[in-house]
């Protein structure tokens, strides 16, 4: 079995009151003042299944997307639409092709489910390599995996070079795109494709711009015949969301307010971030996230132990070769206590 990576594990050797929390990318401001309110009042109705709510969540999420609710299938997190679509690809046996770094958090399953993983190199300035992905397909490859923004780097792909990939990639397996942090950008979403390419799946998430990672709601857009599809590996419709979480994504797709609150502040926290973090000597890959990928090698202190000292969360190396790690952008507070506890002048 491959080793399955366990965020989980971590938080708990970390916890605390006052612990800055800048590892796992999520909301700082989240959830919504409406889905709060949501939340609390569904905790009263989870005796019941409550069916007529997931219809109205995905009529709301397919409006959203300019697509009819048939596109549309709920998932625990987008982390379940990673695990379908797995599922779906392991049907058949062979390789998959992914980035790395990329998010890895799902692919030991897909390993576990009998399929080898193809790994392609970023780009030098740590974009995906879509060229050399699709060089990296073989004949027995069904699945490539797209990260846009990629996770851990914050970096996009132009959406006329996303479209020729996916048609090129999605004549030989299925393409499935993580779209978790596309609403911190501006960029268009690849949904449009979906009713053409019968192909391509694409995987959006409410833990991260709506607040709700603990909450567990997450989508998948396709084709209809490929939700189908997608359904049938999944035992209980519309997946393992409860009323609770279900009430709260409901909500939080009305509370536009709070999402651009979010977007604009992000915006300002993640470039008073790289700003400071430049001054210190700390290159940083410009960012379409609410995270930033930075290299150590100028930095002469020990960065891990400055922030344990300091009680800050952040990640581990992700490439040995030129030291590069990602930190998550939080409130400019927590972003300001970040600064102070790397810069030794400051110490
Ligand atoms: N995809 C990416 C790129 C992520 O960074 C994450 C979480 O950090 C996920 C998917 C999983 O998120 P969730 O299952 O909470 O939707």
């Not at 409130?331 to 400051?346: G, V």
Request: some cysteine.
């Amino acid at each position: 079995f491959a080793e399955k990576p366990s965020p989980y594990a971590f938080h708990k050797l970390s916890s605390g009151e006052n612990l800055i929390r800048l590892r796992s990318n999520e909301n700082p401001y989240g959830p919504s003042p409406m889905a709060r309110v949501a939340m609390n009042e569904h905790v009263n109705t989870s005796n019941r299944y409550n069916w007529d709510l997931y219809p109205e969540l995905i009529d709301a999420i397919a409006r959203k997307n300019n697509l009819t609710p048939g596109y549309i299938l709920l998932g625990a997190g987008s982390t379940e639409v990673l695990d379908l679509t797995s599922r779906l690809a392991a049907l058949n046996k062979g390789s998959f092709v992914m980035s790395l770094p990329t998010y890895p958090f799902w692919s030991a399953t897909l390993e576990n489910l009998g399929l080898k993983k193809i790994s392609v190199p970023l780009t030098a300035d740590k974009k995906n390599d879509l060229p050399a992905m699709l060089n990296a397909i073989q004949p027995d490859t069904q699945l490539v995996y797209l990260c846009n923004p990629n996770n851990p780097t914050g970096t996009i792909c132009k959406h006329d070079e996303l479209v020729h990939f996916i048609q090129e990639a999605s004549k030989k397996a299925w393409v499935l795109v993580d779209e978790a942090y596309i609403d911190f950008t501006s960029e268009q979403s690849l949904s449009h494709l979906v009713s053409e390419n019968k192909k391509l799946v694409i995987a959006r998430t409410f833990s991260k711009i709506y607040g709700l990672a603990g909450a567990r709601v997450g989508y998948a857009m396709a084709n209809p015949d490929t939700i189908e599809l997608l359904s049938r590996m999944q035992s209980w419709p519309n997946g393992g969301i409860s009323v609770v979480s279900a009430a709260a994504a409901l909500a939080s797709l009305k509370d536009e307010a709070f999402v651009k609150q979010t977007y604009t502040l992000n915006q300002e926290a993640r470039s008073f971030t790289i700003e400071q973090m430049e001054l210190l000597h700390i290159p940083c890959i410009p960012s379409h996230t609410n995270f930033i990928y930075f290299s150590l090698v100028n930095h002469q202190q020990d960065f891990f132990a400055q922030l344990k000292q300091h009680n800050i969360l952040g990640t581990d190396i992700y490439e040995k070769q030129g030291k590069w790690s990602r930190i998550t952008v939080g409130t400019i507070s927590e972003m300001q206590k970040l600064i102070n506890a790397i810069d030794t002048a400051h110490a």
